[in-house]
Structures are given as C-alpha cells and as structure tokens.
Nanobody, 123 residues
Framework: QVQLVESGGGLVQAGGSLRLSCAAS????????MAWFRQAPGKERDFVAA????????NYADSVKGRFTISRNNAKSTVYLQMNSLKSEDTAAYYC????????????????WGQGTQVTVSS
C-alpha cells in the first residue's frame, strides 16, 4: 500500500504561482511513477503531468506545457507540481497518483490516489 497526501492548494490570482506537494508513505516511493491529475466541477478527471521512478522522464498535458513543472525528491518521498502563470481554467481539484515504475497517461492505470487539494484561480 502507498498512502498519498496532497498539500499546497489555495486561492491565487491569474498569473500567479502555486506549488503543490504530495507526500507518500508506505512502500518504497522511489520505485513508483508519480502523476498529477485534476478535475474541474462537472468535468472528468484529466492528466496533468507525470514523472517516472527515477525522475529522468516527464510528461505534460499540452494545456500546461511551459507553465507547470513536475519534480520529485525520493529522499523525502515527495512529488511536487510547480504551477506558474496560472489561468482561471486551471481551477480544479488536483490529485496525486502512483503506479509502479513507468509513466502512464490514463487514470485507470494508477493504483494509488490522494484525497486531492483544491486550486482556485481568480481572474
């Protein structure tokens, strides 16, 4: 089992920045690929970004490329999502997810999920 706890969400003005954190506990964090998904009200949960177990391979949704950066610190069992140049359309609940080793883009392929943290961007 892997337990994931997100933090760092909040209210920010358009153009601002936030950094989300996801702290993991349980099985060896460094063996898991980590991802961020988000879900806006009334919409499906969408892929945002992912990083493989080593941190050498990253993938981003087109809508966040150049604005968001995913990173991980295996010594701290934590994955981060640095979000810059935030837009109102980034408003959503953001979820951290984990799966063994390699990146996948579909939520069904992730085994463990956090409870989510809300990000609200005011225009």
């Amino acid at each position: 089992q892997v337990q994931l706890v997100e933090s760092g969400g909040g209210l920010v003005q358009a153009g601002g920045s936030l950094r989300l954190s996801c702290a993991a506990s349980g099985r060896t964090f460094s063996s898991y690929a980590m991802a961020w998904f988000r879900q806006a009200p009334g919409k499906e949960r969408d892929f945002v970004a992912a990083v493989n177990w080593y941190g050498s391979n990253k993938n981003y949704a087109d809508s966040v490329k150049g604005r968001f950066t995913i990173s991980r610190n295996n010594a701290k069992s934590t994955v981060y999502l640095q979000m810059n140049s935030l837009k109102s359309e980034d408003t959503a609940a953001y979820y951290c997810a984990a799966r063994p080793t390699s990146i996948r883009l579909l939520e069904d392929e992730y085994d463990y999920w956090g409870q989510g943290t809300q990000v609200t961007v005011s225009s």
